[in-house]
């Protein structure tokens, strides 16, 4: 982890995912589910910006949003044009938002759905490297070599299917292909949740080597609160759709200031024997996303609930002693 950031290479700005909802013989629209509500983010060059937060709370949704899988319902998606300028990818027409596609790619969550059983590996790198245009038939085989090497698996892999590997290896092809696209944003959705512990750690040594040798920024999407600690350089926490504390990772797992973020951390477990921290357990269940409460989304299930959370709802502003750690909480900004 450091401290020091490169220039911002995207800005989600007020980004908005809402799913209709239809009842009915008639399949009238009766109301929205705010997957992603008003979500703001900068991503700087050459760090990784960790998303953590309950399932359903929408991460992998912001960030499927990010890489254009899934089309934002509102908002914009700032992304640099390398020459100092910030370009919404939502407005460019379909000729040059097809080009800013490969700048940012995905790694799915789960590898043995990612990669088609009844195609050779080979043709998981081909067919987009040749949609792109990146090449004749042989510099996208060297290309797909290049990459397998690169995650440490042999390029005659490239003639087998998908079945004749592990997990581990599976998802370091997933990787590679990713790499292949010569991206400079790669959003990682939970890449080592299906694997093994002791693969995890391959995996994400790699990827941090990885990071290194071909400058990469990541957004690193996790439920493990001790990979994304690890992993990240700042840290996001998401809660129904909203982004609701963001700071370095070493100030947010030392002092995590929104009551929602200290239940998370209170969570993770202590590596010390005989050492254990202070569960706080949550009351209640996750409000609806079709039906999020008025006020601060987390105040139904909060111990500090004030009478102003229940009515306003909190910006995402600086704490009171750090200005670096933003928190939408009307207690720790002083509302």
């Known amino acids: 982890m450091t401290n020091s950031y490169g220039e911002v290479i995207m800005k989600v700005e007020n980004l908005q995912k809402y799913y209709p909802v239809a009842e009915g013989v008639l399949k009238r629209i009766t109301g929205q589910v705010r997957a992603v509500d008003n979500v703001n983010l900068e991503i700087r060059k050459g760090e990784t910006l ?63 759905a990612a990669l088609n059983p009844v195609r050779t590996v080979l043709s998981a790198f081909d067919e987009p490297l040749k949609i792109h245009g990146m090449g004749n038939r042989e510099q996208r085989l060297e290309k797909a070599s290049l990459m397998m090497e690169a995650v440490n698996l042999q390029p005659d892999y490239l003639y087998r299917y998908p079945m004749e590997f592990s997990g581990g290896q599976r998802q370091r092809i997933c990787i ?31 990827m941090r080597e990885l990071q290194e040798k071909y400058g ?96 306003q709802a909190p910006e995402l502003l600086p704490a009171k002693d750090d200005p670096g750690h933003v928190v939408a909480c009307h207690l720790c900004t002083g509302a």
Not at 69 to 88: A, F, I, N, V, W
Not at 260 to 287: F, K
Request: glycine share 8%; net charge negative.
């Open 50 to 112: 960790g998303l953590v937060g309950e399932s359903g709370c929408g991460k992998t949704t912001l960030g499927k949003c990010i890489v254009r899988l899934y089309e934002p319902t509102g908002g914009k998606l700032m992304l640099s044009d390398g020459k100092g300028q910030m370009r919404d990818c939502l407005t460019l027409s379909k000729a040059e938002g097809f080009k800013t596609r490969r700048r940012v790619q995905l790694i799915f969550q789960d590898p043995y």
């Open 176 to 206: 590679a292909k990713s790499l292949a696209m010569d991206p400079e944003i790669i959003v990682c959705d939970e890449p080592v949740s299906s694997l093994d512990v002791s693969i995890q750690a391959q995996i994400l040594n790699l």
């Open 216 to 311: 990469l920024t990541y957004v690193f999407i996790a439920h493990d609160l001790s990979v994304v600690y690890n992993m990240s350089d700042r840290v996001a926490v998401m809660y129904l759709g909203q982004i609701v504390e963001l700071a370095d990772a070493q100030p947010l797992y030392d002092n995590p200031l929104h009551p929602y973020t200290r239940a998370l951390m209170s969570a993770v477990p202590v590596p010390v024997i005989g050492q254990r921290s202070e569960r706080i357990e949550l009351q209640g269940d996750v409000p609806s996303p079709v039906d999020p409460p008025p006020g601060c989304r987390f105040h139904p299930r909060c111990s500090y609930c004030m009478d102003i959370c229940r009515t």
